[in-house]
């Protein structure tokens, strides 16, 4: 359901990212928030991109509590998720460039200071979940964590060789400081302990991340998993010889997943993870890996059969 409220915040934040002519009239009304800087033309890291897909994507929500002291402080169609560890916080994804402000409005709308951002986490490196990581760097002084091919793709602020979107193209803002993180490694700040895991697939550099969020009576398993959806660019097919490490990453990534304690599971595209900002069903992450068996199922065959052609 969408209350008028939010739509209204909607059509402003769309406005506001088509250009200032527009936006005086229909300036949003976020009520107790102190916003940031505007998505701006002239600032290059967050320049506003993928204007017609970014409507749907950065639809705003309000910042929401899913357990214990973790968040989510991201949209409608991409999410990014906070987490208070007591002694800094930490950020899971980046959405798009232009999305860096509106993220930071909400990190403070909890109540939170973006300068307490010590980490944040990076589950690939795609424009629409990597986008507004350089301007968060630079707006929070934080450190981005990712797996090594991935921080390649941070860095590189592009594609990598191997990605299945390749021929897609397209560019976001460069990510300068990270650190790398190995599979399996554990990040430890204030009271939360967070794990990577890496899940390659729909990229090399794909990784997961995992913690136990706490309340009083009991704590909850959260994954924010890394996309696992097998799209590609329209030449690219999965069952070429060159494909062959992206179909063991994808079945790698499932058994890791399937056998993960899920509580909740945050998907980088909600929608991937069912109805709902997250997932907190019994099973959550196995049917998040179901869903991808099948569409890399379903994309074999199809490119089975049309290489047979
Ligand atoms: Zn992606």
């Known amino acids: 359901m969408i209350r008028w409220m939010t739509m209204a915040a909607w059509l402003a934040s769309v406005s506001s990212m088509l250009g200032a002519s527009t936006q005086q009239a229909h300036e949003p009304v976020v009520a107790g928030a102190a916003r940031g800087p505007a998505p701006s033309e002239e600032d290059?890291?967050?320049r506003p991109m993928e204007l017609g897909r970014a409507r749907k994507w950065l639809a705003p929500l309000p910042p929401e509590r899913i357990f214990g002291r973790s968040y989510l402080v991201g949209f409608g169609g991409l999410s990014v998720a906070l987490i208070d560890t007591g002694a800094g916080l930490v950020l899971v994804d980046g959405?798009?460039?232009?999305a860096a402000p509106a993220i930071l409005d909400n990190v403070?709308?909890?109540g939170f200071d973006p300068k307490d951002i010590k980490f944040i986490l990076s589950t690939e490196p795609h424009y629409d979940h990597s986008g507004g990581l350089a301007a968060l760097v630079r707006d929070t002084g934080a450190t981005v964590l990712a797996s090594a091919r991935g921080a390649d793709g941070l860095r590189a602020g592009a594609l990598e060789q191997d990605d299945p979107q390749l021929d897609y193209g397209g560019s976001w803002p460069r990510v300068t400081q990270i650190r790398v993180v190995k599979d399996g490694e554990v990040i430890k700040l204030g009271d939360t302990a967070i794990t990577a895991h890496a899940t390659p697939g729909h990229t090399m550099g794909s990784m997961s991340w995992s913690w136990r969020a706490c309340e009083p009576k009991f704590c909850k398993a959260i994954v924010f998993a890394s996309s696992l959806n097998p799209v590609s660019a329209d030449s690219y097919r999965y069952t070429a010889p060159s494909s062959a490490a992206i179909v063991k990453g994808f079945q790698a990534s499932y058994k890791l997943l399937d056998a993960l304690p899920c509580d909740i599971l945050i998907s980088p595209h909600p929608d991937n993870a069912g109805e709902?900002?997250?997932?907190?069903?019994r099973g959550a992450c196995r049917t998040y890996v179901q869903r991808s068996r099948g569409l890399l199922a379903a994309r074999l065959a199809?490119?089975?059969k049309e290489a047979g052609q």
């Not at 959405?95 to 232009?98: E, G, N, T, Y």
């Not at 709902?276 to 069903?281: A, E, F, L, Q, S």
């Open 44 to 46: 290059p890291l967050t």
């Open 95 to 98: 959405a798009l460039p232009q």
């Open 302 to 304: 199809n490119d089975r």
């Open 276 to 281: 709902g900002r997250y997932n907190d069903k």
């Open 108 to 110: 403070r709308k909890l």
